[in-house]
């Protein structure tokens, strides 16, 4: 650091015609980046750096006069100097899991979060006209801004999401391309890496974006919908237990906008189903019954046959806590309501499910669960569950002679071979 780093007055100290030159000063002091690796020492010069950074954030909160439009690359440029700096990585082969490692946290921290600050108060300030500031804080800044999400230090990411989404509030002609450059992320996400710590923060700006957007949507918004969210539900299940309540979130708001979107939605999440997470597939049956509150009675219909053959497998599912979740979609009086108006779909899928679950599930929650919704159906429509019932028993039957004649053709095989040897 430049031994200047001591000789800056305080604003007080210096006429008010002077302070926009002495903000440029000390914006350019603080463009200067201290090591805080361990033992290296500056503390003196990394105290000054820390003071005129608070000073910073209290010259743009006091602002009362517009900022004129050579102090805002000199403010662009302090920032980008301390936040644009390589995240620290880790190997390919034992890369970072929330559930296990403690996060790298940010060893500039002490300078970092009052630049954060003060960007965010910079943003946010009256005294930053948008249409002057939009020509800096401009899509070049906003792509380097978006990589930072991958930060390991959740202080950092809060920040950033704070930050970002502040900045789709103030400049509306970058609102479409932040949209993008999201989704880009997504994407990259899911069909190469599987791996970024920021996807559940920005889900959670995304989710007050579609809280406020206008109705009808338009068709870029729903294609927002159908390849980058719904695809979201893609990457294993470690990955996406950071951040599904904030889909889910995302997801939900679509469907109270748009009631017709529910086809397009359980679809999504029937194509990206798990088969052999049970954890994931707990986390997608919440999802789904939340959905299905959100569902009319015409768009369920046009899933309700696909959408049963699935929850016929999560009824039968070894996994207790699979076959319980599942079972207790009919604790919902709204969801017993849309099966009772597609049952004679539903039922001949599920009847199987249920019959065998009562002989051959090891569970007795389940049985006494399974139990419960049989009896629900055959109260509903007594006439269709015995049709199921019929068409099951001769299905049994079928099964059953068709087994015997296998075993009686091997058998004959068996004594053929026996003969000629």
């Not at 309540?245 to 979107?261: G, N, V």
């Not at 109260?379 to 004649?405: F, I, V």
Request: overall charge neutral; proline content about 5%.
């Amino acid at each position: 650091p430049t031994p200047a780093m001591d000789n800056l007055p305080a604003f007080k100290d210096v006429a008010a015609s002077e302070r926009a030159n002495l903000f440029v000063r000390k914006l350019r002091l603080c463009a200067v980046i201290c090591d805080f690796s361990e033992g290296s020492g500056n503390d003196r010069e990394k105290e000054i750096k820390r003071q005129t950074l608070l000073e910073l954030v209290d010259y743009v909160n006091s602002a009362k006069q517009p900022f004129a439009e050579h102090i805002m690359p000199e403010v662009v440029s302090m920032v980008s100097a301390n936040i644009f700096r390589p995240l620290p990585t880790r190997s390919r082969d034992a890369p970072f899991d929330p559930e296990e490692d403690e996060p790298i946290l940010e060893a500039a921290w002490p300078h970092l979060h009052i630049v954060y600050e003060f960007f965010l108060r910079f943003v946010v300030s009256g005294s930053t006209e948008a249409k002057v500031a939009r020509k800096y804080i401009d899509t070049t800044l906003i792509t380097r801004f978006l990589e930072l999400f991958d930060s390991e230090d959740p202080r950092e990411r809060d920040y950033l999401k704070t930050i970002l989404h502040r900045i789709y509030g103030k400049f509306m002609p970058h609102r479409a391309f932040i949209r993008k450059a999201i989704s880009n992320v997504f994407y990259r996400f899911i069909y190469e890496t599987e791996r970024h710590n920021g996807v559940a923060e920005l889900l959670e700006i995304l989710g007050s974006i579609i809280n406020g957007f206008a109705l009808p949507l338009k068709d870029e918004h729903k294609q927002f919908l159908s390849r980058a969210l719904i695809p979201l539900h893609k990457p294993a299940g470690g990955a996406i237990q950071q951040y599904h309540q904030q889909l889910s979130y995302c997801i939900t708001q679509y469907l109270e906008k748009d009631p017709k979107l529910a086809d397009v939605i359980l679809k999504g999440l029937i194509k990206y189903w798990p088969h052999t997470n049970s954890q994931k597939e707990v986390m997608f049956l919440n999802e789904l019954e939340e959905l299905l509150e959100l569902t009319q009675s015409t768009e369920f219909a046009k899933v309700a046959e696909p959408l049963f053959r699935l929850i016929a497998r999560c009824i039968n599912s070894p996994h207790f806590q699979v076959a319980e979740r599942a079972l207790f979609l009919w604790n919902n009086e709204y969801i017993v309501s849309l099966m009772a108006k597609s049952r004679d779909v539903i039922l001949p899928v599920l009847y199987p499910a249920l019959e065998n679950n009562t002989t051959k599930h090891w569970n007795s929650t389940v049985h006494g669960l399974t139990f419960n919704v049989q009896k629900l159906f055959m109260d509903m429509d007594a006439r269709l569950w015995e049709e199921c019932a019929q068409r099951h028993k001769l299905q049994a039957e079928k099964n059953a002679s068709a087994a015997a004649a296998r075993k009686q053709k091997w058998a004959e095989l068996e004594r053929q071979v026996a003969q000629r040897s």
